[in-house]
């Protein structure tokens, strides 16, 4: 993750601008006085920096929820603050000039908006979760040139050796995105995937409800994939295997595949690795027969206006409300000029999101962008309106 370590953090003005990246406004943390949140503005991308106090040294980095997926805005921004503020740096990972990144890369690495707004695919697609080193995703891609495939990793290092290979290699099929999976499906029409590979997905033995496999991510994949499409599922570990294969039995008009060791056209690293353990590897592919009806989308985020007071929204940090099928938790709440802002988690409980919201002159709104429409997100957002209106 990008970042200066600073001597001593200083504020410049709000708003102001410097090297085309602007500083909208501050948030600071009442309840951990050692941390704040810039509100910036680089490349016409929205999002966070945040300023963390330590012992000796403050560090200065993208926040995680909202950081921009192009390492080199982060780069860019950093070094506008430090410069507008005169921060003296101690050390640093960021480069100035940073942007290696290829305009390949660049258009090839997508943000969340693109999919909810203008991804209509005109050829099928192909979907790999979790492509870690990416060897599986690439050789697909590279044997398919007519399909489009859609990479989905969390793991930001994994994403830019892809973003490399896909400049290298002139890919122009091929498009990444960092973003949880278990998300993600929603946001696809119906019927236009033909594969979805899941391959030696975390097993989170320990805390199963953040496994990709879910049986709302089962019916999602089941309803974006075309009749005759796939879901293959490939994993070392005998627990998530079950696990899985229970979660598919709860789907109709599928039928299942089971394999156990079988060898696939190319073997990703950690397929590799627990071969040379010479652990079993399980094999589950699901097969959709059955065509699914589009969505009909009518979600409104939009807030009512705001009755509470600043300092009662303030108290609400911590406070976590819960409904039939979700919850919203005010993780952490911000003071800033005029207003207040919220960290949230929200939605249902296997696939919760994070946002900011702000609220100013009685007015609510989230920042950088509403959350995904889901139907537990519209009922978080409805839950979350009534704490705000009062
Ligand atoms: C054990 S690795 C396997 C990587 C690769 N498929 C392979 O076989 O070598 C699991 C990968 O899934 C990614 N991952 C875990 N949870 C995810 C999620 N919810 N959405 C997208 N990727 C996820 C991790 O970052 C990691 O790179």
Request: hydrophobic share 40%; glycine share 4%.
């Amino acid at each position: 993750m990008p970042h200066l370590h600073i001597a001593k953090f200083k504020e410049v003005e709000f708003p102001s601008s410097c090297d085309g990246v602007s500083f909208h406004f501050i948030a600071s943390n009442p309840n951990n006085k050692e941390e704040k949140l810039i509100a910036t503005k680089a490349d016409d991308v929205d999002f966070f920096l945040l300023v963390k106090e330590e012992e000796r040294k403050t560090l200065l980095k993208t926040d995680k929820i909202t950081r921009p997926a192009a390492t080199h805005i982060a780069h860019k921004a950093l070094l506008a603050y430090a410069k507008a503020a005169k921060l003296d740096i101690l050390s640093s990972n960021v480069v100035e000039n940073s942007k290696s990144i290829h305009l390949n890369e660049m258009s090839a690495l997508k943000n969340i908006d693109y999919f909810t707004t203008d991804f209509k695919p005109d050829r099928e697609v192909r979907v790999e979760i979790g492509f870690g080193s990416g060897r599986h995703l690439l050789h697909q891609v590279l044997s398919h040139p007519d399909i489009l495939f859609i990479g989905l990793e969390i793991h930001r290092p994994s994403i830019e050796q892809v973003l490399k290979q896909i400049n290298i290699k002139n890919i122009k099929n091929l498009l990444i995105l960092d973003y949880d999976a278990r998300l993600f499906m929603e946001l696809l029409p119906s019927n236009v995937v033909g594969k979805i590979y899941v391959h030696f997905p975390v097993p989170w033995d320990k805390k199963p409800q953040r496994r990709v496999i879910s049986t709302t991510f089962v019916n999602e994949a089941k309803r974006v994939l075309m009749v005759g499409g796939t879901l293959e599922l490939r994993t070392d570990s005998d627990n998530y295997y079950n696990f899985s294969y229970e979660t598919f039995m709860s789907l109709n008009r599928v039928s299942l595949h089971i394999n156990k060791n079988r060898d696939i056209a190319i073997s990703s690293k950690y397929e590799d690795r627990w071969k040379k353990m010479e652990k079993n590897i399980y094999d589950i592919t699901m097969i959709n027969e059955e065509y699914s009806q589009e969505l009909f989308y009518d979600f409104d985020f939009t807030f009512d206006s705001v009755r509470l007071a600043n300092g009662d929204m303030l108290k609400l940090h911590k406070n976590l409300k819960k409904f039939d099928g979700g919850f919203v938790n005010f993780e952490r709440v911000y003071d800033m000029q005029g207003g207040v802002m919220f960290r949230l988690a929200m939605g249902s409980f296997d696939r919760p999101e994070n946002l900011f919201v702000i609220v100013k002159d009685k007015k609510a709104h989230y920042f950088p962008i509403p959350p995904l429409k889901s139907k537990s997100n519209l009922e978080a957002h409805k839950l979350l309106n009534k704490v705000l209106h009062g």
